[in-house]
T-cell receptor, first 111, second 122 residues
Framework: AQSVTQLDSQVPVFEEAPVELRCNYS??????LFWYVQYPNQGLQLLLK??????LVKGINGFEAEFNKSQTSFHLRKPSVHISDTAEYFC?????????FGKGTKLTVNP | ETGVTQTPRHLVMGMTNKKSLKCEQH?????MYWYKQSAKKPLELMFV???????ENNSVPSRFSPECPNSSHLFLHLHTLQPEDSALYLC?????????????????????FGSGTRLTVV
């Protein structure tokens, strides 16, 4: 069975700074990887996904993530964050039979 | 608006009440899901419906009763809940995954979530 670890529960950054939200997974089979974002009082929205091919995946709102098979990681990055990026971010891994979410990382962007 | 609509947005109910949560999507998706989101816990998959048939029930207590009359609508009927059932209940939908094997499209292509129903049991 697969599992997901989001190493930081909270990440505070200043506006226009770069940010990296870390995600590590474990699985015995090939996986599909996702990042979702949840703004306050909203449901989750798909940011980006890795299914196959290029290990660098670009998503919405300027976010990107890199799949690293040897390190079993799928870290999310943005070179310059905005106040509006304040939200909770969830990493998820699937083997096509089951989807497992991490516990989430709360990103707070301060002026 | 994501294309998946959940009503009501907020619900307060007593432990002896009966209420229902509603989810509706017009995205042409064939799979629908109920998730429970509690503070400091990962999202918990409750039920999966694929082409109106329930394909997964993750050991959910019988006080939660899902209903899927068609591929566009999903309900969660609630009765005699406990305070620990207070949470955000999220509905999601996804396209089908026609691999010839198991699973639904959400596990491969991703979900479209609704905004959730914030449930408080008093």
């Amino acid at each position: 069975a697969q599992s997901v670890t989001q190493l930081d529960s909270q990440v505070p950054v200043f506006e226009e700074a770069p940010v990296e939200l870390r995600c590590n997974y474990s699985s015995s089979v090939s996986v599909y990887l996702f990042w979702y974002v949840q703004y306050p009082n909203q449901g989750l929205q798909l940011l980006l996904k890795y299914l196959s091919g290029s290990t660098l995946v670009k998503g919405i709102n300027g976010f990107e993530a890199e799949f690293n098979k040897s390190q079993t990681s799928f870290h999310l990055r943005k070179p310059s964050v905005h106040i509006s990026d304040t939200a909770e971010y969830f990493c998820a891994v699937s083997d096509a039979e089951r989807l497992v979410f991490g516990k989430g990382t709360k990103l707070t962007v301060n002026p | 608006e994501t294309g998946v609509t959940q009503t009501p947005r907020h619900l307060v109910m007593g432990m002896t009440n009966k209420k229902s949560l509603k989810c509706e999507q017009h995205l042409g998706h064939n799979a629908m899901y109920w998730y429970k989101q509690s503070a400091k816990k990962p999202l918990e998959l409750m039920f999966v419906y694929n082409f109106k048939e329930q394909t997964e029930n993750n050991s959910v207590p019988s006080r939660f009763s899902p209903e899927c009359p068609n591929s566009s609508h999903l309900f969660l009927h609630l009765h005699t809940l406990q305070p620990e059932d207070s949470a955000l209940y999220l509905c999601a939908s996804s396209p089908p995954f026609n691999s010839g094997g198991g699973g639904t499209g959400g596990f491969v292509y991703g979900y479209t979530f609704g905004s959730g129903t914030r449930l408080t049991v008093v």
